[in-house]
């Protein structure tokens, strides 16, 4: 379940990639480049911090085939998206949702204490998209008023607090995805942001 969930999450990822460097009319090599580095670079970050080398990427090559097949998929059928920003944002919140539960995960196996696993999950969920952001010269979404990084820390609260009751880590694993993934759809369909610390 967990490798699947880390494969579904690489595709998510991968996809959006390319969405954005459609958006910036990126040649053939900038659109693989920006989907390899939003699918891999949040979990490079995390094996980095939890001491993990080669990091989980570069010892699968699963990942590799996995993130040129999505972007391949994606630009074959690029006709087909008729509406790439929906596209990119569904394919970003699934990202994140998917990720999250892998960081958490990897934190668990680390023995790491429950506040740094959701860290972890986070920062999983969440750098990847930070690294495209940038080589796409925009701000990441995480660090604006959008709810992003909020919803991966309800979902890995979610998941901390599911795993204590009787209830297969499957499904654990399933429910604390779909909080993730519900509370940013909420959030951007009814427009909820954090506060904004600066006056107008």
């Keep these: 379940m967990f ?60 990942y590799s085939y996995v993130v040129m097949a999505s972007a391949i998929f994606a630009i074959i059928f690029r006709s087909k998206i008729n509406y790439l920003r929906t596209s990119l944002f569904l394919f970003d919140t699934i990202g994140i949702g998917l990720y999250t539960l892998v960081g ?46 909020t919803a991966c820390i309800a979902g890995g609260v979610v998941y901390f607090l599911l795993i204590k009751l009787p209830i297969d880590s499957n499904i654990v694993f399933v429910i604390s995805g779909i909080v993730v993934i519900v509370i940013r759809l909420l959030a951007v369909k009814f427009k909820i942001r954090l506060p904004n610390i600066y006056r107008d």
């Design 104 to 149: 958490i995960e990897k934190g668990l196996s680390a023995g790491l204490h429950p506040i740094i696993c959701i860290a972890l999950g986070t920062m999983t969920a969440s750098f990847g998209g930070v690294i495209r952001d940038i080589l796409c010269n925009e701000i990441p979404v995480i660090f604006r008023k959008e709810i992003y990084a």
């Design 3 to 62: 490798y699947t969930i880390d494969i579904l999450g690489t595709i998510a990822f991968a996809i959006s990639g390319v969405l954005v460097a459609f958006n910036k009319r990126m040649d053939l090599f900038g659109v693989l480049i920006i989907a390899f580095v939003t699918a891999v670079g949040g979990g490079t970050l995390r094996d980095l911090l939890i001491g993990e080398a080669p990091v989980t990427w570069m010892k699968d090559m699963t």
